[in-house]
């Protein structure tokens, strides 16, 4: 089976910084995604690691480390439209999709 | 990206009564479709594998007599929750792989979801 687990809550500062931890457990690894979903809203894709290492997008980065079993989301310069929950997710059999239970970021003025 | 429309994005019904809730890949194909749940404040729970031209594959403790998935298309599959019951209130998410580029693990695409309220 699988088990992920991060954080239930974060809050941080318009323009600060914030890295979100995703520690995990599965049987054979296929790589993880990380999603943003807004209160009432799908998911929607953010980044997807495969290899050891930082993946930079704008102001969202993902890191992945296999031997570790951990992979942080970073989130820079936040604005008030970043309070969402944020998702680590792993494949399994067939490309199903295991989910955290979420990350609910809070951005304050 | 893909996009996956997803067909009422809110219903309400009356306890009893059966609500079809579909999902389609509008412009690919999608051999496989997946059906998602997430009560208040949880994570999404995958509920089951819908594969066009055969039987959907439930998760363990999804009722597959209550939950009728049908994926009679390469770009359609619906959800049915027949008899639904005040408990059965949930958001239900679909989504769906490229069939095209399914070998190797590409994202998920999903559709909007469904808020399902039974009174």
């Known amino acids: 089976g699988q088990n992920i687990d991060q954080p239930t809550e974060m809050t941080a500062t318009e323009g600060a910084i914030v890295q979100i931890n995703c520690t995990y457990q599965?049987?054979?690894?296929?790589?993880l995604f990380w999603y943003q979903q807004h209160a009432g809203e799908a998911p929607t894709f953010l980044s997807y690691n495969v290899l050891d290492g930082l993946e930079e997008k704008g102001r969202f980065s993902s890191f992945l480390s296999r031997s570790k079993g951990y992979s942080y989301l970073l989130l820079k310069e936040l604005q008030m439209k970043d309070s969402a929950s944020y998702l680590c997710?792993?494949?399994?059999?067939?490309?199903?999709?295991?989910f955290g239970a979420g990350t609910t970021v809070t951005v304050r003025a | 990206g893909a996009v996956v429309s997803q067909h009422p994005s809110w219903v309400i019904c009356k306890s009893g009564t059966s609500v079809k809730i579909e999902c389609r890949s509008l412009d690919f194909q999608a051999t496989t479709m997946f059906w998602y749940r997430q009560f208040p404040k949880q994570s999404l729970m995958l509920m089951a594998t819908s594969n066009e031209g055969s039987k959907a594959t439930y998760e363990q403790g999804v009722e597959k007599d209550k939950f009728l998935i049908n994926h009679a298309s390469l770009t359609l599959s619906t959800l049915t929750v027949t008899s639904a019951h005040p408990e059965d209130s949930s958001f239900y998410i679909c989504?769906?792989?490229?069939?095209?580029?399914?070998?190797?693990?590409?994202?998920?695409?999903f559709g909007q979801g469904t808020r399902l309220t039974v009174v």
């Open positions: 989504s769906a792989r490229d069939s095209i580029k399914e070998t190797g693990n590409t994202e998920a695409f």
């Open positions: 997710a792993v494949p399994f059999n067939d490309y199903k999709l295991s």
């Open positions: 599965t049987s054979g690894f296929n790589g």
